[in-house]
């Protein structure tokens, strides 16, 4: 395999010796890369060659023949992202997104959806976007990339269609990854893994799904739906994804 070029976003780097640096990337072309750069640190250290994590980098590399390390030997910046990391709310946003790409994106398994909607999230924390609400598309375009899309329009139970005009609410049963309708609800509790739902909430959701990030970036929702969707997609992902995310604890205890 010859010489690659392509886009990449950081997700991890630690320092390795005396002048090297070890990096996790998503690249737009080749999915999940480690690699090495020589070079980076000290003294002697070459210009571009220090990438800082979720920013937006042109790479170039070369697969080694051995083991899981590639050899990165430019690295170009595109976008620091500066005001996703302003404050300490969008950086632990900005962490949460990059550990959810790294604990799902597959080694050298090329995801141009995955790795434009990392890019789409990371822009809209840049901006005067929600943070909260950018998190929460960012967890249900997520969750369809992966053929994990709540079914919020068939009871689970009886596959009968729910009837979103008619009700203002139903039960959302994790392990089955859809709605129980109301004969179907035996009053199971949440610790049993069912979750109340409201109609708001589940029509978010659907138009999330459906539509650009652009557009839905500047939907508002009220304060129950916003509470709802936080309790809902994170128990949902972490339902399906089983990792203890370090950024989730984060957030946690920022009572975010």
Not at 202 to 231: C, D, Y
């Amino acid at each position: 395999m010859g010489v690659n070029t392509t886009d990449a976003i950081v997700l991890r780097r630690r320092e390795f010796r005396e002048t090297s640096l070890l990096v996790t990337l998503f690249t737009k072309d080749f999915g999940k890369i480690n690699g090495l750069i020589k070079g980076a640190r000290g003294a002697r250290a070459q210009a571009g060659l220090n990438p800082q994590l979720f920013t937006l980098n042109r790479i170039v590399f070369y697969p080694r023949k051995r083991g899981d390390l590639d050899m990165v030997t430019e690295c170009d910046l595109i976008d620091f992202f500066d005001d996703a990391k302003r404050d300490l709310e969008r950086l632990a946003f900005a962490s949460y997104f990059g550990e959810l790409v790294d604990v799902v994106g597959q080694a050298r398994q090329p995801s141009s959806e995955l790795f434009d909607l990392l890019l789409n999230s990371l822009k809209r924390l840049s901006d005067n976007s929600s943070a909260k609400r950018t998190a929460r598309i960012f967890e249900i375009k997520l969750l369809k990339i992966l053929g994990l899309s709540p079914n919020l329009t068939n009871c689970v139970g009886c596959n009968k269609d729910i009837e979103w005009k008619a009700t203002d609410r139903a039960s959302f049963v994790l392990r089955d990854g859809g709605l129980r309708c109301k004969e179907c609800d035996t009053g199971n509790s949440v610790t049993k893994g069912v979750l109340p739902i409201l109609r708001g909430t589940a029509n978010f959701i659907m138009h999330v799904e459906r539509a650009s990030h652009e557009r839905v970036s500047r939907i508002k929702v009220s304060r129950p739906v916003g509470v709802q969707l936080e309790r809902l997609m994170g128990a949902f992902i972490a339902f399906y994804v089983k990792s203890n995310l370090k950024s989730v604890d984060f957030l946690r205890k920022l009572k975010i």
